[in-house]
């Protein structure tokens, strides 16, 4: 649902400033401190991107947000499961 809605050029990747723009929205709601600017985004961007770009696939989001949540990272099962939404990118 997120990476659809931010990823507004619709490439199938969110890049640096689609996600910095879901942090801020998701960080008004959620109790857990979240990169406020590109500097402190960046890194994490590049490391969970697996061509170390600045922008991520779903799959990569997917890891990206579990692991800057301190979450357990998703299994390849779950990340399938949220392939299988209808409307996002494949």
């Not at 640096?16 to 959620?30: P, Q, T």
């Not at 099962?77 to 990118?89: A, C, H, K, T």
């Amino acid at each position: 649902q997120y990476f659809r809605k931010y990823d507004w050029n619709g490439d199938g990747f969110l890049d640096c400033g689609e996600v910095l723009a879901l942090v801020r929205e998701l960080g008004s709601e959620l109790a857990v401190p979240l990169p406020q600017n590109l500097q402190e985004l960046r890194p994490s961007i590049v490391a969970c991107s697996e061509s170390s770009r600045e922008s991520l696939t779903l799959e990569e989001f997917c890891r990206w947000f579990s692991l800057t949540l301190g979450l357990e990272p998703l299994s390849p099962q779950d990340i399938e499961q949220v392939r299988s939404i209808p409307g996002l990118p494949q």
